[in-house]
């Protein structure tokens, strides 16, 4: 069974740096996709960040020069770290993994952790 759990979640000052990490337990091989998604109150879960097995990387514009996604394949890791934070990226945020996949890198992710709130202060 795959279980995916983030960490380093937190309150952050506008400007400020964080980074997150999660945790892959289950998966079977490394032909994964891992993506990085956040959901703010009232709004909809949007994509963050997105790491293929062969580390060809997606991200948001509105985090583009800002949040770098990572990976650790030798401890099934993914990173992302997170600087010149913003209070509109205040959210919880989600790991996702999938197997290798041509499907957009946006969607179609089948694994999912619990999510860990980032706040950032104004």
């Known amino acids: 069974q795959v279980q995916l759990l983030e960490f380093g979640g937190g309150l952050v000052q506008a400007g400020g740096s964080l980074r997150l990490s999660c945790a892959a337990s289950?998966?079977?091989?490394?032909?994964?996709?891992m993506a990085w998604f956040r959901q703010a109150p009232g709004k909809e879960r949007e994509f963050v960040a997105a790491q293929t097995w062969s580390e060809t990387t997606q991200y948001a514009d509105s985090v583009k020069g800002r949040f770098t996604i990572s990976r650790e394949n030798a401890k099934n890791t993914a990173l992302l770290q997170m600087n010149s934070l913003k209070p509109e990226d205040t959210a919880v945020y989600y790991c996702a993994a999938r197997s290798s996949s041509s499907s957009s890198l946006r969607s179609a992710y089948y694994y999912w952790g619990q999510g860990t709130q980032v706040t950032v202060s104004s």
């Open positions: 289950g998966l079977t091989s490394s032909w994964y996709d």
